[in-house]
């Protein structure tokens, strides 16, 4: 069964730290194209980051320098750690597995996650 399961969401302060884990089963993160997408209320769904093969190729402009994917390829998981979170940043995160593009756009995925709330209190 092919899975994506987020996880690590929670209630945090600005400018805390938060790891997001992606648990993936099903296919091979290593050969795979994902990405991180998030969605706040009333706001169309945008991408995070960009993944070909595993590896991160770009990010949002309003996550540049405070967001970080990776992966462990023992677990096949993958990770966003955020950094310096901002309310703004309050939105449910997808992982999901999209087409190898070069971009970020949600009508490329082609499974994703349930998602995880991430909420940022100031």
């Known amino acids: 069964q092919l899975r994506l399961v987020e996880s690590g969401g929670g209630s945090v302060q600005a400018l805390g730290p938060l790891r997001l884990s992606c648990a993936v089963s099903?296919?091979?993160?290593?050969?795979?194209?994902m990405g991180w997408f998030r969605q706040a209320p009333g706001k169309e769904r945008e991408g995070v980051v960009n993944i070909r093969s595993g590896t991160p190729q770009g990010y949002a402009d309003s996550v540049k320098g405070r967001f970080s994917a990776s992966r462990d390829n023992a677990k096949n998981t993958l990770y966003l750690q955020i950094n310096s979170l901002k309310p703004e940043d309050t939105a449910t995160y997808y992982c999901a597995r999209k087409r190898c593009t070069s971009g970020l756009s949600a009508a490329d995925v082609t499974d994703w996650g349930q998602g995880t709330q991430v909420t940022v209190s100031s």
């Open positions: 099903g296919f091979t993160l290593t050969f795979a194209c």
